[in-house]
């Protein structure tokens, strides 16, 4: 159902990383996988009417802990999020590195090595 | 003593930070501080795998530390077997070697500093993910790991560099995702991230079908990383263009800490399928595919870090076969195969590197009568060459004669005969590149051939110290070498999933 | 400012008024981390954001001035410090790595959660240096290999 759609996203990204030629739609296939994943992270968590896993003033302990959501996945998404933040930064750089290279985005151009 | 193992992280990462901070113009002092650092973890290391007990004939270690004192599977805990001492002995071996040999090396690049400080953040990643004993922490560990790696292909930021790292970057950035997408499936099934507790769901309710997605997400993103054959495409561009150190790095430990030992871990330990033959099997055909094609593919090769590069792929099949023959000999094989290929490996492009350094060129074709004007090179790459190729009396030969021995008594002729194969064609492809680039007649200029083109001192000393390993290795299938360090190792994953939650303890 | 860098006086007047609530926002978030949602790196963001905030629109020379690449480099590695030495302070005082060694404190409060506060200033201060310097680097087109987040 649900979790369907985000393997669709996963596809959608992995096309992108596979089939597209420039350097940019391969870094935007790569972002796209790689929500994809964290969006699949966050509806792990998901629970109808669930209510946020931070405990307000004055509310009973056995309601919060009957209807809060599991706080973890928010946690190890956020991780993943700042992990993928820094791939990503990284990969733009190297992408404007070889921009500098090669004056092209072109990955049929950028073939210096054989594969 | 009891929060000794936290260091293995603590200590590379404080340490390259310190580097950024006050060291920028001070490159030598980093240079000590790292290879003290290194020894310090290889010494550390090898105290651990001294501070375990005697039983059933072998020396047991388990070590479990919960980490801002959290019991699992509230907290992450830091947990050591065998398996883990094992690892970390060949990874901090091998780090101790390389950053010995960077101190020369690196002479010739700009910004060393932070060369050393991501050295040592790939060392933490490493160590990190062979002492958690969390799922979600591994994965995190591997990214620490990986992204150094990323930076340090591109480290000479030349337009090879750059194309390589990219290409590796895109593919480990798909292991990455896969890799999480199984962390938190596993999550979703059995609701813990711990591995034990993780491995105590499995063995009580059983597989479903969400964990065998898991796991074949698993399985793909550690044969990524580690270049198994149907995912190897980026080794070969990603080991050579990076600078040789981290080439020896990248082929020595990186592959087998990533994607081998990752593979072990999870397969055995979590989700407990060390008899499962479809298991078994898809690592028996995985590796000997790798295997030979792996050496097939380096054959041809001209460029000399290009050739050792296919090699990782062809030896790292013989791991992942003799892993997946599920004997307790097998195991021990593989295992002693993998730190054994770590050795040699390493050793092999460190002499590339100082090939490089010397002529200036990694075409086979170029060389030449190098062992004259080399010696010290020359003769650690024979001594690296005979034992990749399995040669008596270095430590590859034992490593492959027992793997051929477990293949034959598992029932499984046809592996056997498939290794022996591999062997010889690894042979003829080392004869290929002793005799171009160590015999023969030189292609070199009149001038190179008459200056010392031997490396310095600290290079010199690293491919030394490699080079007597892979003779002292030998010894690691003498009993009582065995029992402190291989048979525990071996032992621990073939225990499967119940002989990990009797280490952690959770019964 | 100098008149000719950067964007138009409106966006610079704007700027100015706004940017010390941003800055101060970041500074409540990362302080507040463990009561209300948010926490160390979303703080170090948000600090961040006042700094690229003030580089669109007063010029990259500016907000060099202002906080150089170095400042942001030796604060970058300068955090990480601060986070192992309340680590190894747990391994001191208490047992464990990282241990929780301050007194809980009253819920609610903002001393409720022992270390936790302490680590979130430093994890977003790392943050906040970072994601400045790697903003910094690929917008001057001139990068170095430094560029390491967490």
Request: aromatic share 12%; net charge neutral; glycine share 10%.
């Amino acid at each position: 159902m649900i979790y369907g759609l985000c393997l669709i996203l996963f596809l959608v990204g992995f096309y992108g990383i596979v089939v597209k030629r420039n350097l940019i739609k391969i870094i935007m296939g790569l972002i796209i996988m790689e929500y994809a994943v964290h969006l699949f992270i966050v509806l792990v968590s998901y629970q109808r009417g669930g209510i946020v896993p931070i405990l307000q003033e004055g509310q009973s302990i056995s309601e919060f802990v009957q209807l809060a959501v599991d706080p973890l996945p928010q946690v190890l998404v956020l991780t993943a999020i700042i992990i993928n933040f820094g791939i990503t930064a990284l990969v733009v750089a190297i992408a404007i590195r070889l921009y500098e290279k090669y004056g092209t985005f072109d990955i049929n151009e950028i073939r210096r090595l054989r594969g | 003593m009891t929060n000794l193992p936290v260091l293995f992280v603590a200590l590379p990462l404080a340490m390259g930070f310190l580097y950024i901070l006050l060291l920028k113009q001070r490159p030598y002092v980093a240079e000590i501080v790292s290879v003290a650092v290194t020894l310090v973890l290889l010494l550390l290391a090898l105290s651990l795998a001294g501070a375990g007990t005697f039983q059933d004939g072998y020396l047991v270690t388990s070590f479990n530390l919960p980490v801002g004192g959290w019991d699992i599977p509230l907290g992450i805990n830091i947990f050591l077997d065998g398996l883990t001492v094992f690892m970390l002995i060949v990874v901090n071996l091998v780090s101790f070697a390389v950053i010995l040999y960077s101190v020369n090396y690196l002479q010739r690049y700009t910004s060393r500093t932070y060369f050393y400080s991501l050295i040592l953040f790939m060392l933490a990643g490493m160590n990190g993910m062979l002492i958690t004993g969390d799922l979600f922490n591994l994965f995190v560990f591997l990214e620490l790991a990986s992204v150094s790696s990323y930076i340090l292909v591109s480290f000479g930021v030349e337009a090879e560099e750059l194309e390589a790292a990219f290409k590796y970057l895109v593919m480990g950035a798909i292991a990455s995702a896969l890799i999480l997408l199984a962390v938190i499936l596993v999550y979703l099934v059995t609701g813990t991230l711990n591995m034990a507790y993780a491995a105590q769901f499995i063995q009580e309710q059983g597989m479903n079908r969400a964990l065998y997605f898991a796991f074949a997400l698993f399985m793909m993103g550690f044969s990524l990383k580690a270049a198994l054959i149907p995912f190897h495409a980026w080794l070969p561009d990603a080991h050579p263009s990076a600078p040789a150190p981290i080439s020896a790095m990248l082929s020595g430990v990186v592959i087998k800490v990533l994607g081998v030992y990752a593979m072990l871990r999870v397969g055995f330990n979590v989700f407990d399928l060390g008899a499962d033959p479809v298991f078994l099997n898809l690592l028996l055909v995985i590796g000997g595919i790798s295997m030979i094609i792996g050496v097939l593919l380096a054959l041809y090769q001209w460029d000399i870090k290009r050739l050792f590069a296919y090699h990782s792929i062809s030896q790292m099949g013989y791991v992942i076969m003799a892993v997946g023959l599920g004997t307790s000999l097998g195991i021990a094989a593989g295992l002693f195969h993998l730190f054994n290929h770590a050795i040699f490996k390493s050793l092999l492009f460190l002499n590339s590197g100082a090939i490089e350094a010397a002529t200036g060129t990694r075409s086979l074709k170029k060389m030449g009568g190098l062992a004259k004007l080399m010696p010290v090179t020359g003769v650690t790459s024979m001594v690296g060459s005979l034992s990749i190729s399995g040669v008596p009396p270095f430590n590859g030969f034992w490593s492959k004669v027992l793997i051929i021995f477990a293949a034959v008594l598992a029932g499984r002729p046809v592996y056997a005969l498939l290794a022996v194969i591999g062997s010889i064609l690894t042979l003829a492809s080392f004869m290929k590149v002793q005799r171009y680039a160590f015999w023969g007649k030189s292609h070199l200029s009149e001038k190179k051939q008459n200056s010392n083109l031997e490396a310095p001192l600290f290079m010199k000393v690293s491919m030394l110290f490699l080079a007597i390993f892979c003779i002292f290795l030998s010894f690691l299938i003498v009993p009582v070498l065995r029992e402190m360090i291989l048979t525990p190792a071996g032992e621990d994953l073939i225990r499967g999933a119940s002989g990990y939650l009797a280490r952690v303890g959770i019964l | 400012m100098k008149p000719d860098q950067g964007m138009s006086l409106i966006v610079k007047t704007v700027t100015c008024w706004i940017n010390s609530f941003i800055f101060l926002f970041g500074i409540y978030v990362m302080l507040f981390g463990h009561i209300t949602p948010g926490g160390g790196f979303p703080g170090g963001v948000i600090i961040a954001c006042s700094f690229i905030l003030i580089t669109l629109a007063a010029g990259k020379e500016f907000a060099l001035k202002l906080f150089s690449l170095d400042d942001a480099s030796v604060v970058d590695s300068f955090s990480i410090f601060l986070f192992l030495f309340i680590g190894f302070l747990g391994l001191i005082l208490g047992n464990y790595f990282l241990q929780n060694f301050m007194a809980a404190g009253e819920p609610f409060r903002l001393p409720s959660a022992g270390t936790i506060v302490l680590n979130n200033v430093a994890i977003g201060l790392k943050v906040g240096a970072a994601i400045f310097a790697m903003f910094m680097y690929l917008s001057l087109f001139r990068l170095d290999e430094g560029e390491e987040t967490e």
